[in-house]
């Protein structure tokens, strides 16, 4: 749903991680590491959850879904990773398997660094450690607050209203760029349930749905229930 404009890591402040994500990619670069360059389709899935952590992947450009599922196939979309963020960190770290799957929802660019030669960088250069631990610590402390999103709520109208909040933070206007089913995954809820709800919400001209965006009408609305 959030426009689909590409975040481009090279200009402006390096990502929504600023200097911890420079100070990461200087390192890396200084080191010469043979990092691994690739341009990705939407749908590529970067990792699956439960295969063997081999590395990490420095998203550059484009946005990735982090989502984990359970034993009956039932699928949860935990976050939505943006320019600047470092997936799979958390496993590699731990030397376990990846603990989400990832999947892109547009075009991406990435840069994979293998386990072994993270490892050993973070152990010859201080500052690369302490800004690898303050990007997981963000990380961390956004699946917290995502979490809270998911649970806290009562209803899945209530989820929805605060997900189309938080995507009109900026500006009334979401651009489409996720199906009823994608959006179902990141609430918790079905299908069948988020198209009632928009359309339920489109009845009451609280948003206006065309088939390129969702318009905010009523902002305050959407607020109260939010919090019901």
């Known amino acids: 749903m959030p426009s689909a404009q590409k975040q481009e890591v090279d200009e402006g402040p390096m990502g929504r991680h600023g200097a911890d ?3 990461l990619l200087q390192a890396i670069h200084s080191a010469n590491i043979s990092n691994l360059s690739l341009v990705h389709p939407r749908g590529k899935v970067l990792f699956a959850e439960g ?3 081999r590395g990490v992947f420095i998203l550059r450009t484009g946005r990735a879904t982090a989502s984990i599922s ?5 699928l949860v979309i935990l976050r939505i990773a943006q320019a600047g963020d470092v997936l799979g960190l958390n496993s590699v770290l731990r030397n376990a398997c990846y603990n989400t799957t990832v999947k892109t929802i547009e075009s991406c ?3 994979f660094i293998p386990r072994k030669d993270l490892v050993d960088l973070m152990e010859r250069n201080q500052p ?3 800004a690898l631990a303050q990007l997981l610590s963000r990380e961390v402390a956004e699946l917290t607050d995502r979490l809270r999103f998911l649970l806290l709520p009562q209803t899945a109208n209530a989820r929805l209203a605060k997900l189309l909040l938080e995507w009109s933070e900026h500006a009334p206007q979401i651009t489409k760029s996720f199906t009823h089913e994608e959006i179902a995954h990141m609430i918790c809820s079905s299908r069948e349930t988020v198209t009632r709800l928009l359309a339920s919400l489109n009845r009451r001209r609280i948003i206006r749905v065309t088939p390129e965006s969702i318009l905010i009408s009523d902002r305050v609305a959407l607020q109260k229930i939010a919090v019901g």
């Open 128 to 130: 690369t450690a302490q």
């Open 70 to 74: 359970s034993s009956e196939g039932r």
């Open 109 to 111: 660019r990435t840069e």
């Open 21 to 23: 994500f420079r100070s």
């Open 51 to 53: 295969e063997s952590a």
